[in-house]
């Protein structure tokens, strides 16, 4: 065990986009979310992406609880699994922009577009290559 590589799979695959958390509110990253590289030395994660105190449905919404309460319909998350939809949903307009792009277009882009945090160097093992940025993703998707 390594406790500055945290990553697991699928993270650490060679065609998967690795999505790290950060909190969009104090701008630094999650402890929860996975650093890199990976044990082969690749430099994942490619981006970061809010996943600190995002609402979210909840599967359970609408439903009653043991005390006949009503289960909200949103619920607060934090985690990659947070993260990880923000970064997908870029990758969906990616492909409304472009649907030819492959895989690996689809990383260099989100690599090329992510925004560094003041004083992070272009590859941080929290950070990735920095935050994902939507605007920038697609205006490079471009054919």
Not at 14 to 43: K, L, Q
Not at 121 to 133: L, V
Request: net charge negative; hydrophobic share 35%; proline share 10%.
């Amino acid at each position: 065990f390594d406790p500055v590589r945290t990553l697991g799979t699928p993270s650490t695959g060679r065609r998967s986009v690795a999505v790290g958390n950060y909190d969009h509110v104090t701008e630094a990253p999650s402890g929860s979310s996975g650093r890199g590289t990976t044990r082969d030395g690749r430099e994942k994660p490619d981006v970061a992406a809010p996943g600190t105190r995002i609402f979210s449905s909840n599967s359970l919404g609408g439903q009653l609880d043991a005390d006949d309460n009503p289960i909200p319909m949103r619920t607060e998350m934090s985690g990659t699994s947070m993260a990880a939809p923000h970064v997908s949903g870029m990758i969906a307009l990616m492909f409304e922009r472009n649907p030819g792009l492959t895989s690996e277009q689809v990383r260099k882009i989100l690599i090329a577009s992510a925004v560094p945090p003041t004083g992070i160097t272009p590859f941080e093992p929290a950070w990735g290559f920095g935050k994902a940025d939507a605007f920038a993703a697609v205006e490079l998707s471009a054919p």
